[in-house]
């Protein structure tokens, strides 16, 4: 399974962009998938998670409100991001998991997309 994550670019502190991930292979089983970011010289953290027959959504507390994931019926994940800040800038991955466990974690996740750069000016 690859994951292919696109969408990112450079904006402007309040302004969106959607991020899009798109799974190579559509029949294998997803428990979730969910959007992690890097910012230079930070530890990879959780942005957000959706269960894939659940539709159950989840956030990091920085980005409730202010973005929202979803995601198609076949092989689709997408992030909507909205009043941007200059603090979401990163590297942002897509994720897939096949197993329960906990959606905020990364280490719960198999599947790893190459990332796709977000830049917030000020």
């Known amino acids: 399974v690859q994951l292919q994550a696109y969408g990112g670019g450079l904006v402007q502190a309040g302004g969106f962009l959607r991020l899009s991930c798109e799974a190579s292979?559509?029949?294998?089983?997803?428990?979730?998938m969910g959007w992690f970011r890097q910012a230079p010289g930070k530890e990879r953290e959780f942005v957000a998670a959706?269960?894939?027959?659940?539709?159950?959504t989840f956030y990091a507390d920085s980005v409730q409100g202010r973005f929202a994931i979803s995601k198609d019926n076949a092989k689709m994940v997408y992030l909507q991001m909205n009043s941007l800040k200059p603090e979401d800038t990163a590297l942002y991955y897509c994720?897939?998991?096949?197993?329960?466990?906990?959606?905020?974690?990364?280490?719960?996740?198999?599947?790893w997309g190459q990332g796709t750069k977000v830049t917030v000016s000020s």
């Open positions: 994720a897939a998991k096949t197993r329960v466990g906990p959606m905020s974690s990364s280490s719960t996740y198999e599947y």
């Open positions: 292979a559509r029949t294998f089983t997803r428990y979730g």
């Open positions: 959706i269960g894939w027959s659940t539709g159950d």
